[in-house]
């Protein structure tokens, strides 16, 4: 019975095959017999392989059990997937982005479906004397610490890093030129600068990442002159060196050979003929007392534009030995972006992704302490990006610390992701992460453009008007204070009773009330990134 149930399908369709062999002289057979014949063929080659057993011990039909794995993400986001549910995106997430790019309403009517008794709900306390709405465009900050002669004045909300070669030369076009219209800054991601970047004149970060892109000698080490050249250009706003990023924290960064084109090739300075890989760690610098010397030489060579890095946090200690090497050498960063584990627009290990790595609330929280705690946070600006895509996002990360902040993935709903998670297979279905030409034709870069300019001011439109509602004039005025969350049915908390929020000098004076913060100043060392007494 166990055989028969197997194999009858395909049995059946090489019975009927042969019983149409006598009548193909009927021209609407010919159909059929094709179909049962195509079918047949499928099943005698689902016998004969050797990788799927389900095929093999069901020939024909266990080819549905591929498909439907196949289709499965689709079918969930499009079907069966809830307004609320995360993957890792809710759909009502990517609707409020493809509204605000549209420039369409956003208003939600009947009342919210968020749960307010849920103990994870976090709201913002609204003013009994709420402030007239200030003008979104005024929403900005200066970058550039005491040892900078090229400050920056940067929106305090721009497009995170991601790099030509991830991205098409398309969705670059579109989010520079997005960048231009709106004068906020396009973060180029660690695949150095390319054509596309400076088509249309936006405001660019330079990330330069481990590999030196842009700026590397033919064994892979950083040259100064290659990055003086193009670091002086006027476009180039700032200069970011990144550590480690969210998505893969120690890990570096990988393009698969099969998306690199000669162009990327050419912009990056690597060989077509094998993967792109950054080392996990730079060549440039290997104590904290280097890194910073780094970045001075880095910010000289630029001309003295604002120079920083990015960092996903892993151990405090390391930060803090950082901060340590500021207060010995006298040299500090005009800015840190905290990228948080929950970050991530390409492919990573699945363990990378999950389960390694510090959030960016507790990530941005840390080195606003740190810096607050050594007198250091007034000339060092603090950005965030991770999973940030609405007004509150941005709102919940200034309260944490934070600066400003940058989004990826949310500029990527913008020029139309649909969240297809098949960045990594060169076969995006809507051009913007993939080097498929054809892919990309179907990314017009003028409508896009447009819905980049208009996510960006509709949704600092919606920040200025929450802050309004909290009686606040900008960004900069909103605190922990503000912000407030709810532990149980019958507790709700200020993020400023939930969190650790250290005084200035703390560290300095040592004083410190948090013991975890007390722990890692004793394990931090200007001179390595080694935990002290190893």
Known sequence: ????????????????????????????????????????????????????????????????????????????????EADREQLPFSRAQRS??????????????????????????????????PAPPRDPAAFRITIGGPQCSQPYSASIFNISAMSFGSLSANAIRALNKGARLGGFAHDTGEGSISAYHREHGGDLIWELGSGYFGCRKADGSFDPEAFARQAREPQVKMVEVKLSQGAKPGHGGILPKKKITPEIAATRGVSMDED????????????????LQFIARLRELSGGKPTGFKFCLGHGWEFMAIAKAMLETGITPDFIVVDGKEGGTGAAPLEFTDHLGVPMREGVLFV??????????????IGASGKIVSAFDIARALAFGADWANSARGFMFAIGCIQSQSCHTNRCPTGVATQD?????????????????????????????????????????????????????????????????????????GRVEGRFYERSWEMARADSFDPAGV
């Open 1 to 80: 019975m166990s055989l028969l149930s197997r194999y009858a399908f395909f049995a059946c369709c090489v019975l009927f095959t042969l019983a149409c062999v006598p009548f193909l002289q009927h021209d609407w057979l010919w159909p059929f017999a094709f179909t049962g014949a195509l079918l047949s063929l499928i099943g005698v080659w689902d016998l004969l392989q050797k990788r799927h057993a389900v095929r093999r011990n069901y020939p024909v039909l266990g080819n549905i059990r591929y498909l439907m794995e196949a289709i499965r993400p689709e079918i969930r986001q499009y079907l069966l």
């Open 437 to 509: 030409k054809l892919r990309q034709r179907a990314l017009v870069v003028e409508d896009k453009a447009e819905r980049v300019f208009n996510f960006h001011r509709n949704t600092l439109k919606a920040l200025a008007e929450m802050l309004a509602a909290a009686g606040l004039t900008h960004p900069a005025q909103l605190d922990a204070n503000h912000l407030v969350q709810r532990l149980s049915a019958s507790e709700i908390r200020l993020y400023a009773q939930l969190h650790t929020f250290l005084k200035p000098g703390e560290l300095l004076e």
């Open 368 to 381: 606003h302490n740190t810096l607050v705690g050594l007198r250091l946070r007034d000339k060092i600006k």
């Open 276 to 291: 792109c890989v950054s080392p996990a760690a730079h060549s440039a610098f290997s104590t904290p007392i280097e890194l």
């Open 96 to 129: 409020l982005v493809y509204a605000r790019a549209k420039n369409e309403g956003a208003d939600k009517p009947f009342g919210t479906l968020v749960d307010v008794y849920d103990n994870h709900f976090e709201f913002i306390n609204h003013s009994i004397r």
